[in-house]
Nanobody, 119 residues
Framework: VQLQASGGGSVQAGESLRLSCVVS????????MGWYRQAPGKQRELVAT???????NYADSPKGRFTISGDTAKNTVYLQMNSLVPEDTAVYYC??????????????WGQGTQVTVSS
């Protein structure tokens, strides 16, 4: 399973970005997909997740500013980020989880895409 993330970049505070992540290499769709981020010197943290059934979950920080959505037919998940602030600066990682009846939840990670927000 491979995850390819794209859409990062450098923006000014208040602007928007849209991240995309495509999952390939499996005939099955992930049971859930999500976005995590890691700022310099900090641990990786949850941003948002989306289950295959369409239920979204957000961390407190981006709630109300970020929207996660998906296209199950394309095995793609998006993260629309509005009203960006410098604290959103981080490497954003795409995540996909496959629930295996024997092995349990198997996570896969993308390579990360840099988001830089300047004030």
């Amino acid at each position: 399973v491979q995850l390819q993330a794209s859409g990062g970049g450098s923006v000014q505070a208040g602007e928007s970005l849209r991240l995309s992540c495509v999952v390939s290499g499996s005939i099955y769709s992930p049971d859930s997909m999500g976005w995590y981020r890691q700022a310099p010197g900090k641990q990786r943290e949850l941003v948002a997740t989306l289950t295959h059934s369409g239920r979204a979950n957000y961390a407190d920080s981006p709630k109300g500013r970020f929207t996660i959505s998906g296209d199950t037919a394309k095995n793609t998940v998006y993260l629309q980020m509005n009203s960006l602030v410098p604290e959103d600066t981080a490497v954003y990682y795409c995540n996909a989880i496959y629930d295996d009846i024997i092995d349990g939840a198997r996570p896969f990670w993308g390579q990360g895409t840099q988001v830089t927000v300047s004030s």
